[in-house]
């Protein structure tokens, strides 16, 4: 079956292909009758506008690129559900893409939206140096920052308190009587991960605690990470392909002579690792060790016990970084809000400290089956 084509259309309602694209593109005025007559011809015929053909008269491919960094999180699923809700509203459409963390991905993945000729982009960056993203930022294409800021790139951030949130964390544990407290602190990296390190630091130093360097270890964010960490002088690259980098990295606070008695995982998927490692070695939580998480996942109250979390406001991110892009694209003045506010949710896996934490007891038990 052939195509219809803009010329098919043309014919039909007796008028020039300049007139059936006017139309169409809403480029120039068109006569009520002559418009009727055409939209009629298109309805008739049930043509279907060339994308491209559309781009080059609007120099709009009404597409705009999702760029996040580990699909298998459930903050970027969260974030990206509110991307798409935000934008669609706008009649444009998304092209989504995940790096899993690597900056080779990244490049490939700006590379091909580039020659996609996409009117805006959000991104969650590697925070790897990108030329391409440089590139873009300089081409004039309407970037906006979501989670974590790019080396090198003036663009603007939608993001949260993570200082603030760490530190609410800790200051939390040590108000429950915790000194030795453990960070699993993720990837430096990553802006998230060293602001969060950053409040670890400014909660000790406020309770006048000194900072012990050995309860401070980076685990890699995904759960199923087989990357060594040995650029950042530490390989907890996961020795099998079970566990993943953070299960390697929480083992190593335990090993410790003077084990932490509560960990502070500075997102959920490194919080996963720490799960594994307590259900492995018969460690009840909190009893033998409190726990407390970076990002609130649907998940985290089913666990039993329930799991304290600092929440981020996932899905009000993607839509914050959707309103302003296309404020963007649509050449308005627009700047990124301060840093969104998280929440501090207690639930049940951090206890008053007690000297003498048990090593044995109960398994961490299964995720409720409610
Ligand atoms: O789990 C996602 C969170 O952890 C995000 O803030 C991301 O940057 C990582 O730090």
């Not at 009587?177 to 998230?192: F, K, Q, V």
């Not at 400014?202 to 040995?230: G, M, Q, T, Y």
């Not at 003077?258 to 500075?266: G, K």
């Not at 039993?304 to 302003?324: D, I």
């Amino acid at each position: 079956m052939t195509r219809v084509s803009i010329k098919d259309v043309a014919e039909r309602a007796g008028v020039s292909t300049a007139t059936v694209s006017h139309v169409i593109n809403e480029t120039r005025f068109v006569r009520a009758e002559t418009r009727q007559r055409v939209l009629e011809a298109i309805e008739a015929l049930n043509y279907q506008p060339s994308a491209i053909a559309r781009s080059l008269v609007t120099n709009s491919t009404q597409t705009v690129g999702l760029v996040v960094s580990d699909i298998r999180n459930p903050f970027f699923t969260a974030i990206a559900r509110g991307v798409e809700d935000e934008i669609s509203k706008h009649d444009y459409h998304t092209i989504f893409c995940d790096t899993d963390e690597e900056p080779v991905r990244e490049e490939a993945y700006l590379k091909l939206l580039a020659a996609r000729q996409i009117d805006g982009l959000i991104i969650a960056p590697t925070g790897v140096y990108s030329e391409r993203l440089v590139q873009m930022v300089n081409a004039g294409v309407p970037v906006v920052l979501i989670d974590r800021t790019s080396p090198g790139i003036e663009a603007p951030l939608v993001g949260v308190d993570n200082e603030g949130g760490a530190y609410q964390a800790v200051r939390y544990l040590l108000d429950l009587g915790h000194r030795r407290i453990g960070l699993l602190a993720g990837l430096e990296t990553m802006s998230t991960m060293r602001a969060r390190l950053y409040g670890y630091r400014l909660a000790l130093e406020s309770a006048n605690i000194p900072v012990d360097e050995d309860l401070i270890v980076p685990a890699d964010p995904r759960f199923d990470s087989k990357l060594n960490l040995a650029t950042s002088g530490s390989d907890f690259s996961g020795d099998d392909q079970e566990t993943p980098s953070s299960y390697h990295a929480f083992q190593r606070l335990l090993d410790l002579p003077d084990r932490p008695s509560a960990i502070f995982a500075a997102n959920n998927q490194i919080a996963l690792g720490v799960l594994h490692a307590l259900k492995q070695r018969n460690m009840p939580c909190p009893a033998g060790m409190s726990l407390i998480i970076f990002d609130d996942i649907d998940w985290a109250a089913l666990f039993s016990p329930a799991l304290t979390v600092v929440r981020q406001p996932t899905y009000e991110l993607g839509q914050v970084a959707a309103r302003l892009l296309i404020q963007l694209i649509r050449g308005e003045a627009a700047q990124a809000p301060p840093p969104l506010p998280v929440e501090l949710i207690i639930r049940e896996s951090c206890a008053r400290f007690t000297p003498g934490y048990s090593t044995t007891g109960p398994m961490v038990r299964q995720l409720s089956k409610t």
